[in-house]
């Protein structure tokens, strides 16, 4: 929302950006006061940006740009390995599905709905358990 003109330049450049960040024309409006008015009659502001999509971020090449910059620090990626086994000794062991192995002397377990079940695997966090249900939106 703007409630002068010097904020509404504000806007026009969230405009810009957003034609330059793939955002098609059609899913965003820059309003008047009167446009705002037709769309929310108790909305009074000078002039309002509509946009019709609550995210523009493209997860994908986010995702892909962290991957190249953990790469430069030395991080190695592994794919389509999934951790069928651990053991709890000092150092880890993961045995993968294809039954090879990886020792570690750290790790951090961030396998989402998984993770307490390969804790559990290191004995670790045995008194929880963990519902998974599916939300409504
Ligand atoms: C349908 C749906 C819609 C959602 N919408 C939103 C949203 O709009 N906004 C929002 O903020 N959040 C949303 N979420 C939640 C969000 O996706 C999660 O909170 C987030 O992805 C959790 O990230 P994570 O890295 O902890 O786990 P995950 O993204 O689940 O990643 C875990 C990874 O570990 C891997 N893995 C699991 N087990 C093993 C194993 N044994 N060996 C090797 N690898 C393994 C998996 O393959 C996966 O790649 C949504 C979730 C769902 C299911």
Same mark, same amino acid.
């Given at each position: 929302?703007?409630?002068?003109?010097?904020?509404? *330049?504000?806007?026009?450049?969230?405009?810009?950006?957003?034609?330059?960040?793939?955002?098609?024309? *059609?899913?965003?409006?820059?309003?008047?006061?009167?446009?705002?008015?037709?769309?929310?009659?108790?909305?009074?502001?000078?002039?309002?940006?509509?946009?019709?999509?609550?995210?523009?971020?493209?997860?994908?090449?986010?995702?892909?740009?962290?991957?190249?910059?953990?790469? *430069?620090?030395?991080?190695?990626?592994?794919?389509?390995?999934?951790?069928?086994?651990?053991?709890?000794?000092?150092?880890?062991?993961?045995?993968?599905?294809?039954?090879?192995?990886?020792?570690? *002397?750290?790790?951090?377990?961030?396998?989402?709905?998984?993770?307490?079940?390969?804790?559990?695997?290191?004995?670790?966090?045995?008194?929880?358990?963990?519902?998974?249900?599916?939300?409504?939106?």
């Amino acid at each position: 929302m703007a409630s002068d003109e010097e904020q509404h *330049k504000t806007l026009e450049k969230y405009v810009k950006w957003s034609a330059q960040n793939g955002i098609p024309e *059609k899913q965003i409006e820059l309003l008047d006061s009167k446009g705002l008015l037709k769309r929310e009659p108790n909305l009074h502001a000078y002039s309002g940006l509509y946009c019709s999509r609550d995210v523009s971020t493209d997860y994908g090449i986010f995702t892909k740009e962290l991957q190249k910059e953990s790469e *430069k620090n030395g991080t190695k990626f592994l794919f389509n390995k999934e951790v069928t086994d651990t053991n709890d000794d000092s150092e880890v062991q993961l045995t993968f599905s294809d039954d090879s192995t990886l020792t570690a *002397k750290f790790l951090i377990n961030c396998s989402g709905g998984n993770s307490l079940d390969i804790a559990k695997k290191c004995n670790l966090a045995k008194e929880y358990d963990d519902l998974h249900f599916r939300g409504e939106y």
